[in-house]
């Protein structure tokens, strides 16, 4: 009995996630995605490829996308972690879900939660023209190909902010 101590191959890691602070210990090879799914049950990120081909486990972390595939959890300990669950907690849907919706722009809905966070994090690079927008969410493949009206969506709200 007593307090637990970490093994060599363990971590105790703080995340911020969606405003809400969680502690695990997890195994040192944990990704920020698995730690995400499994130890928080925030299924939204989706596992693609789980090898930074695709897009779809992009989140937010500390307010600019990554591939939470590609982090490892313990890498990130103490920062703040926005998935697609957190995009609309207690505010009614961001303007970048409203515009989805507006535009069509999922079909099977896969790469969706990705494809949205990925937009949220537009703000980052240079979002005035659509051709730049392409080029800025190149990284989010869709495999339903619904690309014009997420294209679409995009540059409606980034053309208005
Ligand atoms: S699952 Fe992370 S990029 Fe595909
Ligand atoms: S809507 Fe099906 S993968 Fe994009």
């Known amino acids: 009995m007593g307090t637990t101590t ?19 210990r ?17 299924t939204g990120a989706k596992k693609g490829c789980d090898q930074g ?7 937010l ?3 600019r996308r990554v591939v939470s595939c590609l982090v490892l959890a313990c890498s990130v300990d103490g920062s703040s ?3 697609v669950e957190g995009l609309s907690a207690g ?15 999922l079909q099977c ?3 969706t939660p990705g494809q949205i966070c990925s937009a949220v994090g537009l703000t980052e690079v240079e979002t005035e023209s659509p051709a730049a927008i392409r080029e800025a969410m190149s990284g989010n493949i869709c ?10 969506a995009v540059y409606e709200v980034a053309s208005a902010s």
């Open 6 to 24: 970490a093994k060599a191959t363990e971590t105790d890691v703080t995340l911020h996630v969606n405003g809400h602070e969680h502690q695990m």
């Open 26 to 42: 997890l195994d040192n090879r944990t990704t920020l995605l698995d730690a995400l799914r499994e130890h928080l049950a925030l």
């Open 53 to 59: 081909q695709c897009g779809a486990c992009t989140v």
């Open 61 to 63: 972390l500390d307010g």
């Open 81 to 83: 972690v926005t998935t």
């Open 91 to 105: 505010r009614g849907l961001h303007p970048i879900q409203e515009a989805f919706i507006a535009h069509d722009a």
């Open 109 to 111: 809905g896969f790469c």
């Open 143 to 152: 495999r339903c190909g619904a690309y014009t009206h997420i294209a679409a």
